[in-house]
Each structure stands twice: as C-alpha cells, then as structure tokens.
C-alpha cells in the first residue's frame, strides 16, 4: 500500500487509511477495527507519504526511515514504543545516525516505532519497487505513395426524388 494512503489524524491513536474526499474533510477507516470516521477540515491530519525526518543534512523520507528500519531487524518489530527514552535514543541513532538529535523529540521516535509495528503488523510494508510500464509507441505504417495508393470508388446514391 502506498504510504500515501495512510494517514495519522491529531489526537486519534492508530492510523487511517483514506477513504474518501468528504464536503467539510475525508472520510477514513481505521485499521484496528476498520470502522469509518468523518474527520473535519480544522482536525490535523498528515499523510505517512509527506513526512520526512530531520537530519543534519536534508530531510529524509519517512519511507526510507522504515525501510531501514526493516532492514536493520527484517520481520521483526521496533522497540515498545513505551520504551525508555535512551533506547528510543539509540534505536533512533542505529536507524539514521545522522538525525537531528535536537528537532527529533522522543515523542517523535515513539510515533514512528508504534507506526513501523502497526504497519508490519498489518502486513504492509512492502519495499519493493515497482516497475513503471514504459509508453508503448505504436509503430508507424509507411505512408502510401501515389502508385500504390488504391484507385478511388465512386459511390453509388440513391436516384430518389419526391413527389410534391
């Protein structure tokens, strides 16, 4: 599933997967247990897709981030999110040495082990990329020259006339 797709809304615990496009905001389901919510325009809600975790260099995608992490430990879950804040600490600094130990709070580091293990709980993380189809481009049929086009046909019309 596309990182896009899933969102975490302010003030709700677990994460939504988009629905719908509502009058007044959107319309999510939750994954734990699947029941739809409208979640109004003024609520904060942010896309897994649009987050990115500050380093001492540029921004690195929160996909990248989970990736890592899954390649660090494959199959297996973060830290309990409910950790103390040096292991949260270092398993932040294992992941992404170079993260900004001053703009990434703990409570950032939480959110993101609790995402990682609901989204592997969930079975969707999937890292493999996916091959984009190349534009097929019809090949061109050689234009016909004047001696091998076809003679035209006359068409043949009705000879129909009305009586007045």
Known sequence: MDLKEIMSVSGHSGLYKFVSQGRNGIIVESFTDKKRSFISASQKVSSLGDIAIFTDGEEVPLK????????????????????????????????????DRERVYVSDIRKLASWYNT??????????????????????????????????????????????
Do not use: C, Q, W
């Open 64 to 99: 990248d981030v989970l990736k890592k992490i899954h390649e660090i430990n494959p199959g297996l879950p973060a830290p309990d999110p409910k950790s103390s804040p040096d292991a949260l600490k270092k398993f932040m600094g294992d992941v992404l040495p170079n993260y």
């Open 119 to 164: 989204l592997l709980e969930l079975n969707l993380l999937d890292f493999e990329e996916k091959a984009v189809p190349e534009e097929v481009v019809p090949e061109e049929k050689p234009k016909a020259t004047a001696k091998t086009r076809k003679p035209a046909t006359a068409k043949k019309t009705a000879n129909t006339k009305s009586k007045r």
